[in-house]
């Protein structure tokens, strides 16, 4: 059965702040694994679909911050076999972000994008357009894990909420990242780099 695990910038910073403090990748494991388990999944479901990582756990990236892209890595680097979706043209923001392998800007030249999206495949795909999202449904019916960072409601909007994905891929988890969640008085607040700076951790989210 699909779950949606939810993260704040809050949660996502009692995560990521240890585990870059220890350097653990288990840091970060240990946190989602207590975030699963408040959403319904088991300890042995969430060990066994993590455990060692192997390329046959497929994770599908719908990221369009920092946020998510470092979630994906995780996973990447682990071994997982993630796909990243980007839209065509300009791709991902990260491209455009300094500094650039040898001073000069170019796409592929960004050391902010490389870093965030080592051992990473990715596919431009056009999420508004009904070729695109024919096509995103075929990567989600194939994903173990599908993460995203959009502001609530935008999936959605786009014919692509939990409910469309869960339909999909009864078997998928779902991971949405924002900077205060999916309800609540502040969930349609947007994010800026004052917020993170004021969280000790810059530009995770840009919603």
Avoid at 36 to 59: H, M, N, Q, W
Avoid at 107 to 129: H, M
Wanted: net charge positive.
């Amino acid at each position: 059965m699909t779950r949606r695990i939810t993260s704040s910038l809050s949660a996502f910073l009692a995560l990521a702040t240890p585990a870059l403090a220890q350097g653990g990748f288990q840091t970060c494991l240990s946190g989602l694994r207590g975030q699963a388990a408040a959403s319904g999944i088991s300890a042995a479901t969430f060990d066994a679909a993590t455990r060692g990582l192997e390329p046959d756990l497929k994770v599908l990236e719908l990221a369009h911050a920092p946020s998510g892209a470092f979630c994906a890595k995780l996973l990447a680097d682990q071994g997982a076999d993630t796909v990243k979706v980007e839209p065509p043209g300009a791709g991902d923001p990260a491209r455009a972000e300094p500094p650039f392998i040898g001073g000069q800007p170019h796409p592929d030249r960004s050391t902010a994008f490389l870093a965030l999206n080592t051992n990473k495949r990715g596919i431009p795909l056009d999420r508004e357009q009904p070729a695109g999202r024919s096509l995103l449904l075929r990567l989600v019916s194939d994903a173990d894990v599908i993460v995203e960072s959009f502001r609530p409601g935008r999936l959605a909007g786009l014919g692509l909420g939990y409910e469309t994905l869960k339909t999909q891929n009864p078997r998928a988890i779902l991971v949405s990242i924002t900077y205060f969640g999916q309800s609540g008085p502040y969930a349609n607040y947007q994010g800026a780099d004052l917020i993170a700076r004021r969280s000790g951790l810059l530009a995770v989210v840009q919603c």
